[in-house]
Nanobody
């Protein structure tokens, strides 16, 4: 069982920045593909960004050029640096881990990001 704990959410003004962190309890964190998803009220959960075990990244079109996903395997942590935030980025942000060998998927509890003046 892998536990994921997100942190770093909060209230920020439009144009501001936040950095989300997701700490994983996985023994072999480096073998996990990691992703950030978000869910706004009344909407389906959607992919924001992902980073493979090999470090390849992928972004939703809506966040390209504004968000950056990264990982630190030594700290069992994945980050989401968010810049130029917009009100439409407001959502609960979730971290997801996928074991590349077994296919098991784990979710964090989510962290709220609110972009408002």
């Amino acid at each position: 069982q892998v536990q994921l704990v997100e942190s770093g959410g909060g209230l920020v003004q439009p144009g501001g920045s936040l950095r989300l962190s997701c700490a994983a309890s996985a023994a072999n964190f480096s073998i996990y593909h990691m992703g950030w998803y978000r869910q706004a009220p009344g909407k389906q959960r959607e992919l924001v960004a992902q980073i493979t075990s090999g470090g390849v990244t992928n972004y939703a079109n809506s966040v390209k050029g504004r968000f950056t996903i990264s990982r630190d395997n030594g700290k069992n942590t994945v980050y989401l640096q968010m810049s130029s935030l917009k009100p439409e980025d407001t959502a609960v942000y979730y971290c997801r881990a996928t074991n590349t060998y077994r296919g098991n998927t784990y979710w964090g509890q989510g962290t709220q990001v609110t972009v408002s003046s």
